[in-house]
């Protein structure tokens, strides 16, 4: 599968831990956006990456959310001291130069007990 | 602010019935509107988009119509069937200084019922 790859696919933690996603692109695909999707949403905008940049983070992401994407390759997203309301689908997509079509990894799902 | 809103938020048709889902937009400097859709537990993906440059698209039993003036776009789905059965969501895009931004509505449960 050449597609946007997400690890793991699904995470339980306790409160107060620290977890990492890890995406990874498809090859040549430029910007990669975080998404969180919850129940009957759809997904909300995190940040964003040109490259090695961060070019945009929403407000939604507080101080204990930091994501890299250090070689403008993979990218991870790490989020320290958990908490219940962070349940939530992490999403991950890429964008190619070109086109405008966004392409979804499989998500990320994250479990605070 | 941004926003995108989207209704409505769940949908029950009959088997070959169409279905229409709508959203509006706020930010006047959006000009691509990708629709998604996703089954349960899978990563959602386009179904069809269109340009601000453009009134309507058709791909097969699904078009999209964009009313800028309005901020208006809407997702019809002809002669449905049962694997039409997911959520979808409208999503706008914006360029700003070289960002592009994308921008998802709540979605839409559409059941196709057999």
């Known amino acids: ?113 | 602010g941004e926003n995108v809103e989207q209704h409505p938020s769940t949908l029950s048709v009959q088997e070959g019935d169409s279905a229409v889902i709508k959203c509006t937009y706020s930010d006047s400097a959006s000009n691509y509107f990708p629709w998604y859709k996703q089954e349960l537990g899978k990563r959602p993906q386009l179904i069809i988009d269109i340009r601000s440059n453009v009134g309507e698209k058709k791909d097969q039993r699904i078009a999209v119509t964009l009313n800028k003036t309005a901020k208006h776009f809407s997702l019809h789905i002809t002669e449905t069937q049962p694997e039409d059965s997911a959520v979808y969501f409208c999503a706008a895009k914006r360029i700003t200084s070289g960002t592009y931004k994308y921008i998802f509505g709540t979605g839409t449960r559409l059941k196709v019922l057999a």
């Open chain 1, 1 to 113: 599968d050449t597609g946007v790859s997400q690890n793991p696919r699904h995470k339980i933690t306790k409160r107060g831990q620290n977890v990492t996603f890890r995406c990874d692109p498809i090859s040549e695909h430029n910007r990669l956006y975080w998404y969180r999707q919850t129940l009957g949403q759809g997904p909300e905008f995190l940040t964003y990456f040109q490259n090695e940049a961060q070019l945009e983070k929403s407000r939604l992401l507080s101080d204990r959310f930091s994501a890299e994407r250090p070689k403008g390759s993979f990218s991870t997203l790490e989020i320290q001291r958990t908490e219940q309301g962070d349940s939530a689908m992490y999403l991950c997509a890429t964008l190619p130069a070109n086109t405008g079509e966004l392409f979804f990894g499989e998500g990320s799902r994250l479990t605070v007990l």
